[in-house]
Nanobody, 121 residues
Framework: QVQLVETGGGSVQTGDSLRLSCAASGLTFSTYFMGWFRQAPGKEREFVVRIGTGGSTSYADSVKGRCTISRDNAENTVYLYMNNLKPEDTAVYYC???????????????WGQGTQVTVSS
């Protein structure tokens, strides 16, 4: 059974930083593309960042320069470092695993339960 468990969310102030973690189990982690998505109330789930099996990355324009994704295949974990957080970053952040290099949810097969990030001004 595949499980993705996100941790690290919380309530912060504008300009603060957070590190989200996603621990994976039940799959051969190193062979999956990993992505982070987020969903704000009343909005669709949107792509944030992805990382390939070889470490290549791509970022949404809204977070470029403020976020960094990394993966530790030995620990079956993917990380999302977020700096200079803004109120518009407020959302539930989801970790996802898939076999295709995509930026929409349909490319991902497995999802975590999400972790809330709230940024106040």
């Amino acid at each position: 059974q595949v499980q993705l468990v996100e941790t690290g969310g919380g309530s912060v102030q504008t300009g603060d930083s957070l590190r989200l973690s996603c621990a994976a189990s039940g799959l051969t982690f190193s062979t999956y593309f990993m992505g982070w998505f987020r969903q704000a109330p009343g909005k669709e789930r949107e792509f944030v960042v992805r990382i390939g099996t070889g470490g290549s990355t791509s970022y949404a324009d809204s977070v470029k320069g403020r976020c960094t994704i990394s993966r530790d295949n030995a620990e079956n974990t993917v990380y999302l470092y977020m700096n200079n957080l803004k109120p518009e970053d407020t959302a539930v952040y989801y970790c996802a695993a898939g076999r295709n290099w995509g930026t929409t949810p349909r490319y991902y097969d497995y999802w975590g339960q999400g972790t809330q990030v709230t940024v106040s001004s």
